[in-house]
């Protein structure tokens, strides 16, 4: 009996041995197949090709308030991926994992930051919930930073046209310490820590406050000027070091503005400027003009000619010459005057400037020196050919033509020290009551008798040594005009000069007369005007800050030209 029991046990013993083996191979049979299943994905694998968004949610808040410049933050993500901050918050931290993330911020400066934010992007390109820190303010923590410039302007809408009444204003990055803006008050000295000069900083604007009014959180200042700013005039701001920030911070450096703002037009300007013909990039400047037979005609510095018949729209021809200097009207013919590629030049029009043929001057030495910078013409003179034409130039050349400007010879110098004088540039001529005068380098000033060979030139004392560029002859009267706002002026036929008070230090490049009125121009937009024969001068409002050459009075108005094509017509 015993036996049978241990017989049976010991079947029972294999059976179960036997079923567990069984399903130990069913097990792995069914998981190694190559078939099509439904569990071919293990739950949370996550693909290149999810575009399930990340989940964030925030685990750890910041301390606040705290003195810890870089705090630590933790958050959570249901997905690895890439870190976006946002706001003025950043960290070195750019990766997240899935799951709790522990990130220390940037150094931050004192103050309350509640626009800081964390996005978090998966690998197939979707982006996460924002998830916004909460609010944390930092105590204690020192500012070194140095504060910077923002921007500098007037208060106008168009810095190329402000107006003459504007104020200028300079914004910060932060706010500033007020006790550190300052501005000139006194005069015109570049004194106080916010500067505005027209002048390269040689002077400064005045202002009419100490202390600018300050605006946004003090990160804004207006300059408030003691008169108007100057019509036509680039203006430029600079900022001292000896600003400050809250912090006591200094400017890192000197700020200087890039661009100028640039005030209007004068509305009570003398002349309006009129359209150049030229186009391209480099335009000439236009260095005489002159009148006659309802005619303008001008001459530029790249050897062209321009013609107008009512000073407002212009014609351009060009001619062989390199450059010209002067043009003059007489007899019904126009002659021009420069350099051309073999020395002197010289042109002439017969028909009111449309055509212009070259004309060779007889001059001794013709070189590339010998530019030819002025001319006249000689009306009614007393010579038995008439009327003639005069030009004058470098090394002290003078020549004449009496045949209506076709064939120029040159004038000797009857001068105390020939050897001297002809060395010396001779840039304007004129013609007035039988006599010449020409004027030019060091203060030289020639007279030239009015006879029938035109070869008797005599050096006249000058009343100055600064160089004299050019004359004109009007009511009885020569006045001459130079660097330095110099002018000079004679009553008896260009014997002897005086100096006439000028009311400018700019350069004087021409002078015209027309309406018992002499103009003179020159740098800077400059014009001068004297009623009284050239006794006084007094200046006149400007059209422009460019140089002006060329003054020539016709049809009831003056007209100037100048450097980059300038053409003004008096209003």
């Known amino acids: 009996m015993k036996n049978i029991l241990y017989i049976l046990l010991v079947l029972c013993f294999s059976l179960t041995i036997i079923s567990c083996s069984d399903v130990k191979e069913e097990s792995t049979t069914a998981g190694s197949g190559t078939g099509d299943t439904d569990d071919d994905t293990t739950d949370g694998d996550t693909t290149d090709g999810d575009t399930t968004a990340p989940v964030l949610a925030e685990v750890t808040a910041i301390t606040t308030p705290t003195t810890d410049s870089t705090p630590d933050y933790v958050f959570s993500s249901d997905q690895a991926g890439s870190i976006t901050y946002g706001g003025s918050c950043s960290s070195s931290t750019t990766s997240a994992y899935s799951g709790y993330n522990t990130i220390t911020l940037t150094s931050l400066s004192s103050g309350t930051y509640s626009n800081c934010t964390i996005i978090v992007t998966n690998s197939a390109g979707t982006a996460s919930n924002t998830l916004t820190i909460t609010s944390f303010t930092i105590t204690g923590v020192a500012d070194t930073t140095s504060p910077s410039v923002s921007s500098s302007s ?52 005045q202002m009419s406050s100490s202390s600018p009014i300050s605006s946004n959180l003090n990160k804004t200042y207006t300059l408030d000027p003691n008169d108007n700013l100057s019509y036509i005039t680039n203006y430029y701001i600079r900022v001292t070091t000896g600003v400050k920030d809250t912090a006591g911070n200094s400017l890192g450096w000197t700020y200087n503005s890039s661009s100028a703002s640039t005030t209007s037009v004068d509305p009570n300007r003398w002349g309006d400027i009129k359209t150049h013909p030229y186009t391209g990039y480099s335009i000439p400047n236009i260095r005489s003009v002159s009148f006659g037979n309802n005619t303008y005609v001008a001459a530029d510095q790249s050897g062209n000619i321009l013609v107008s018949s009512d000073a407002s729209s212009w014609t351009l021809t060009d001619t062989d010459a390199t450059r010209l200097y002067g043009v003059s009207f007489g007899n019904d013919i126009f002659v021009a005057a420069g350099l051309g590629l073999d020395g002197a030049y010289i042109v002439r029009s017969t028909d009111d400037g449309s055509n212009w043929s070259e004309e060779n001057p007889t001059l001794y030495d013709r070189n590339t020196n010998n530019t030819l910078w002025a001319l006249t013409y000689a009306e009614n003179t007393t010579s038995s050919n008439n009327d003639y034409f005069v030009a004058v130039g470098s090394y002290g050349k003078i020549a004449r033509a009496s045949d209506n400007g076709s064939t120029f010879g040159q004038s000797q110098l009857n001068v105390y020290d020939s050897s001297r004088q002809t060395q010396k540039y001779l840039y304007g001529v004129a013609y007035g009551n039988q006599s010449f005068v020409a004027v030019g380098e060091d203060g030289n000033i ?53 100096n006439v008070t000028s009311p400018t230090t700019q350069g004087l490049q021409g002078i015209g007369f027309g309406n018992s009125t002499f103009i003179a121009v020159g740098a800077s937009g400059t014009i001068l005007k004297s009623t009284d024969n050239g006794t006084s001068f007094s200046s006149l409002n400007r059209s422009t800050t460019l140089g002006l050459y060329g003054v020539v009075y016709g049809t009831s108005k003056f007209v100037v030209t100048g450097s980059a094509g300038t053409i003004i017509v008096e209003r």
């Open 154 to 205: 007037t208060t106008a809408d168009n810095q190329s046209s402000v107006s003459a009444t504007d104020n200028i204003t300079v914004t910060f990055s932060e706010g500033m310490d007020t006790s550190t803006i300052t501005t000139n008050t006194s005069d015109s000295s570049c004194s106080g820590s916010l500067q505005v000069s027209s002048d390269n900083f040689n002077t400064c604007v």
């Open 446 to 498: 020639l007279r030239g008798a009015d006879n029938d060979t035109l070869n008797v030139w005599d050096n006249m004392t000058s009343p100055t040594t600064i160089d004299l560029n050019g004359v004109t002859f009007g009511n009885n009267t020569f006045v001459g005009v130079g660097d330095n706002g110099t002018i000079v002026r004679s009553t008896d036929n260009g014997t002897s000069w005086d």
